[in-house]
């Protein structure tokens, strides 16, 4: 399920980080202290690899996808 505006500001800190996930490897990683950070997973070559992408609310969601389809882009012509 694609994340909303409500949703991520609705998504308080917990014990331990945790992801709320969007699409297409695009998620926000919500750390202990209230730091929100926008960050994509991809793979190259056949190993993961983390993007990330700004903190939220600098980067808003409609930012973080663009950013996320430029990444994927530049991914997918080497």
């Keep these: 399920m694609a994340l909303t ?11 331990k980080p945790y992801k709320a996930t969007d699409s297409q490897g695009l998620y926000l990683l919500v750390n202990p202290r209230s730091s929100k950070l926008w960050r994509v997973k991809c793979r190259i070559d056949g190993v993961e690899r983390k993007l990330s992408l ?4 600098e ?5 973080a996808r663009a950013a996320r389809g ?3 882009r530049q991914l997918a012509h080497g």
Excluded: F, S
């Design 70 to 72: 430029a990444a994927r």
């Design 59 to 63: 980067i808003t969601l409609a930012e």
């Design 54 to 57: 700004g903190a939220h609310p």
């Design 5 to 15: 505006d409500t949703a991520i500001r609705n998504a308080k800190p917990a014990d």
